[in-house]
């Protein structure tokens, strides 16, 4: 079995997009199928047209200036669409796999059908709901319905429709693509590379100024939908209630700037540490220094449908959390048993979640053993990349039928 993947980005950049990548790329070369990786310019300028990176090779498309908007889109697709087809000619893959945005799907199905090759595309968030978190649309703009459009009609046209969970899964069928042809990959976790959660380094500990306190966290990116904004409104109920309580913010983006002037208007600005970005060796020492982790997310389409990774990493690690209510996390989550869900959007909820636990300690071990047991049982990438295996195999037989 020969796959070609066409990817937005890759390793050695890093994101929940390029590690779900890597994981599924191992797991498929672990069943004995040979996987090509095709990134497009959002790669950005690479060394080389082929790079080696944690022992897979990826091939590159050459990356682009920026441009008018539509405009630079469209030399995105022409431009993948170019080196997909090059690869396809030399590789001769049995199926074209194509990953979020449709950016990427549309190349795919246009070399698919110019060469007779099956094509599958992968949505791991709809790229209309992306744009409104971004800010580069509005939910219901002319620019929204274009893109939801463009999503449509090329899942009209591919064989067969992956995506990452059942909220996804739901919207698709909705667009009037049979159910026999979607196929959920979820999210997962590769098991033995989390070790359970270690003791805080006192080294790191008396650098962050965390001696002696408590410490809520949170590790990733500064998305507006990740609900940083709910986390510090929620902060000064929890300091009048433990003063011990420290707030350690691990990683840095968009909203950046924004958390650290909320921090200074609501006077809690001491109360907590900002690292900025840290390397990913190094993440597991910051991951240590937490006691109870936080993922507020907001309530909206991309939350409500798409299932996050951090949840899963920290039952691996045997973490505790508490994570709003949206329908990504209660795809994820079993409240009380692996993790504590509270009310999207009230900062009461997140702190009446954060007191509760805190005062159940006794409570903790069930839940970390509960949690890893989860992932060790159920959300491992050996049963999600097992999903692909009967879609794969029926399109490769028909591919070699015609």
């Not at 500990?205 to 306190?213: H, P, T, V």
């Not at 913010?249 to 650290?260: H, M, S, T, Y």
């Not at 109360?271 to 309530?299: C, M, N, W």
């Amino acid at each position: 079995m020969r796959i070609l993947h066409i990817l937005d980005h890759s390793i050695p950049l890093h994101s929940g997009y390029t590690f779900r990548t890597a994981a599924i790329l191992r797991e498929q070369r672990a069943l004995g199928w040979e996987t090509f990786h095709l990134t497009s310019p959002k790669q950005g300028k690479t060394a080389a047209d082929v790079e080696d990176v944690d022992g897979l090779r990826f091939y590159r498309s050459p990356a682009l200036e920026p441009g008018r908007a539509g405009l630079n889109e469209w030399r995105q697709i022409r431009t993948v669409e170019a080196r997909l087809e090059q690869l396809a000619r030399e590789l001769k893959p049995d199926v074209l796999h194509a990953h979020s945005p449709v950016l990427n799907a549309i190349p795919a199905i246009r070399v698919g059908k110019k060469l007779g090759i099956p094509v599958v595309y992968e949505i791991r968030a709809f790229w209309e709901d992306a744009a409104v978190d971004h800010g580069t649309t509005t939910e219901g703009s002319l620019r929204y319905r274009a893109t939801k459009a463009l999503e449509t009609w090329a899942l009209k046209r591919i064989d067969h429709a992956f995506t990452i969970c059942e909220g996804l899964r739901r919207d698709i069928v909705g667009r009037g693509i049979p159910e026999s042809k979607v196929t959920v990959i979820p999210n997962a976790v590769d098991v033995e590379g989390f070790q359970l959660s270690g003791d805080a380094d006192p080294e790191l500990r008396r650098k962050l100024g965390l001696e002696g306190a408590t410490v809520i966290g949170f590790v990733g990116s500064f998305y507006a939908y990740e609900g940083l904004d709910l986390l510090l409104d929620a902060f000064p109920k929890l300091l009048a209630q433990r003063p011990d309580l420290r707030l350690l913010l691990v990683g840095g983006g968009p909203q950046d700037a924004n958390l650290k002037a909320q921090a200074q208007r609501l006077g809690i600005a001491d109360k907590i540490v900002f690292t900025g970005r840290v390397p990913h060796s190094e993440v597991s020492r910051y991951y240590d220094q937490i006691d109870l982790l936080a993922y507020p997310r907001h309530s909206m389409r991309l939350t409500e449908l798409v299932t996050p990774l951090k949840p899963l990493e920290a039952m691996a690690q045997g973490r505790l959390f508490v994570a709003s209510d949206v329908g990504g996390h209660h795809e994820l989550i079993r409240d009380g048993e692996t993790g504590k869900l509270f009310k999207a959007g009230s900062a009461d909820a997140l702190a009446d979640a954060v007191l509760d636990l805190l005062a159940h300690r006794d409570r903790w071990p069930a839940m970390r053993a509960a949690g890893r047991h989860f992932v060790e049982a159920v959300r491992n990438w050996k049963n999600s990349v097992a999903n692909y295996a009967p879609v794969y195999r029926r399109l490769a037989h028909r591919k070699k039928a015609a």
